[in-house]
């Protein structure tokens, strides 16, 4: 089976400092990554996408890194605010499906 | 357009007690996923439907079925309930064409008592 990990279960930034959360994944056929961010009480939210096509795709305060030579993704978010604070999935689908696979997911907490 | 909605939002049953929750996609979308959400174990896949039929398939037993109707809405069923299928059931939803993002509703907490 798919296999996708998470380097960090727990992750905890300083107000304003700069946050990276890591992923493993282990399927190279791999084609396309999504980091979901999950707030206590709700569903995930979509964050930011990438495609194997890709190395690097910013959004707002937001950037993920592929690694496909490592099979490594990662989320870095910039100037980390309270309101980040959340748990963060990465998820990956093979070219040959709609199904996504997903990590155990990394809980970041902003200190004030 | 309004988001992916689940209902209902909570709900408590009791073993052997087979239950029903509800998923309506975003307005176009054609394809829903569920998903199991345990403490620790992050989401795990159920089934995919895409135009009213079973796409993929996870590892789960066969107490866990869906259908999906013309409209696109979309439910999933648990037979026999059991103490360890306590969760969070997510649906998401996407166009369902291929290579879209999944957008996931609120989730319907179940507590098997």
């Known amino acids: 089976g798919e296999s996708v990990g998470l380097h960090l279960p727990t992750l905890s930034v300083q107000e304003g400092d700069n946050s990276i959360i890591n992923c493993a994944y282990s399927?190279?056929?791999?084609?396309?990554f999504i980091w979901y961010k999950q707030e206590s009480g709700k569903g995930p939210q979509f964050i930011i996408d990438?495609?194997?096509?890709?190395d690097k795709r910013q959004g707002q305060r937001v950037t993920v890194l592929l690694n496909k030579t490592v099979k490594h993704l990662s989320l870095q978010i910039a100037a980390t605010q309270p309101g980040d604070s959340a748990v963060y999935f990465c998820?990956?689908?093979?070219?040959?499906?709609?199904?996504?696979?997903f990590g155990t997911g990394t809980s970041l907490t902003v200190i004030p | 357009k309004a988001g992916v909605t689940q209902t209902p939002r909570y709900l408590i049953k009791t073993r052997g007690q087979q239950v029903t929750l509800s998923c309506s996609p975003i307005?176009?979308?054609?394809?829903v996923s569920w998903y199991q959400q345990t403490p620790g174990q992050g989401l795990q896949f159920l089934f995919e439907?895409?135009?009213?039929?079973?796409?993929n398939k996870g590892n789960f037993p066969g107490r866990f079925s869906g259908r999906q109707f013309s409209n696109s809405r979309s439910e999933m069923n648990v037979s026999t309930l059991e103490l360890g299928d306590s969760a969070l059931y997510l649906c998401?939803?996407?166009?369902?064409?291929?290579?879209?993002?999944?957008?996931f509703g609120p989730g319907t907490r179940l507590l098997v008592l």
């Open positions: 439907y895409f135009s009213e039929t079973q796409r």
């Open positions: 998820a990956e689908r093979t070219y040959t499906g709609n199904q996504f696979y």
């Open positions: 998401a939803s996407s166009p369902g064409t291929g290579g879209e993002t999944q957008y």
């Open positions: 990438i495609r194997s096509n890709m």
């Open positions: 307005s176009g979308h054609r394809s």
């Open positions: 399927n190279s056929a791999s084609d396309y």
